[in-house]
């Protein structure tokens, strides 16, 4: 579990301090149980004395408690991580750390189990399948789940997190600015009753570059500029069919009069907006 938790700090972009210290209890068990090893090696028929028992059962208890402590750390570090990672990825499926937690779950479960059957020393052939299966399906998990991000720079930190937020403000801001200059030209000035209007002309028109508007564009959540654009000319159809001054025009008049510049693109980009015909919109008002 320190290796993991080493691991999961290592990906997340989180320095621990005082690194070495968590290889203390590994390296305490591993000389208190080499000596004893070594007793028994030496003389197999050995009875030791209760106090190894009882040291035994200490590490027991202090090792799951190690474990499970271990568990919950890389479970907070991942959940934080978690909130980071919009910030820098649109796509987190393949850049969440949550199969860890799942692991770490499972794991927790494992040694709750194997506690129990230790304290009440019962030692089922049922219990043992089932603590066979769990060791098995985090064998296959970790790896499964480590393989799925072989390779992948994931690595983030509350530093960057901050930087980001900024520049996220900062865009906003633009945005809202650029957005505020295209719905102006749209509605006061009416760019889109222009036949020929094009996103590089508007763009012009606005003052502000192509990429820059069709970004703010996006963020109205219109899929592009025409999308946009035909949206404004369907609304002015819409607006001339029930006026009193263009009752005597006909339908492709009206379209041409509202920036369309072909009765295809019109009956087309109409039933994209509006979801039906302009005949049957027609019919609906009647």
């Known amino acids: 579990m320190v290796f993991i938790f080493f691991y999961v700090t290592k990906t997340t972009g ?6 070495y210290s968590y290889y203390i209890p590994a390296i305490f068990e591993f000389c208190v149980f080499s000596v004893i090893f070594i007793k028994v090696f030496r003389s197999p028929n050995i ?13 027991l208890f202090s090792s799951v408690i190690f474990i499970l402590y271990m568990c919950a750390r ?14 820098f990825y649109t796509d987190v499926k393949y850049k969440s750390l949550v199969w860890m937690t ?19 020393s019962f030692q ?3 219990i043992r399948f089932v603590l066979d299966g769990l060791g098995l399906l985090l064998l296959y998990y970790c790896t499964i789940g480590s393989l799925m991000q072989i390779n992948i720079v994931n ?15 900062e865009n906003k801001e633009i945005y809202e600015r650029v957005s505020k200059a295209i719905e102006r030209c749209m509605v006061e000035e009416k760019a889109f009753l222009d036949p020929d209007m094009t996103l590089k002309t508007f763009a012009k028109r606005v003052g502000e570059s192509s990429r820059l508007i069709s970004k703010a564009i996006n963020k109205m959540e219109y899929k592009n500029f025409n999308m946009y654009l035909n949206h404004y000319r369907v609304e002015e159809f819409k607006m001339l069919i029930e006026s009193e001054k263009y009752q005597k025009y006909s339908n492709t008049a009206l379209a041409k009069e509202a920036g369309f510049n072909s009765r295809a693109s019109f009956y087309k980009n109409f039933k994209d907006v509006v979801g039906i015909s302009p005949s049957d919109y027609l019919e609906s008002l009647n």
Do not use: W
């Open 155 to 169: 690595i983030t930190s509350e530093k960057e997190v901050k930087l980001s937020k900024r520049k996220q403000e």
């Open 74 to 87: 890389t479970i907070l570090v991942v959940k934080d991580h978690n909130k980071f990672l919009p910030f």
């Open 124 to 126: 089922g052939d049922n």
């Open 14 to 19: 989180i320095e621990i301090k005082n690194k």
């Open 47 to 59: 009875i030791l004395p209760i106090e190894y028992e009882l040291l035994l059962l200490f590490d």
């Open 102 to 120: 799942i692991f770490c779950v499972v794991f927790i479960v494992y040694h709750l189990i194997a506690l129990g059957t230790m304290i009440t």
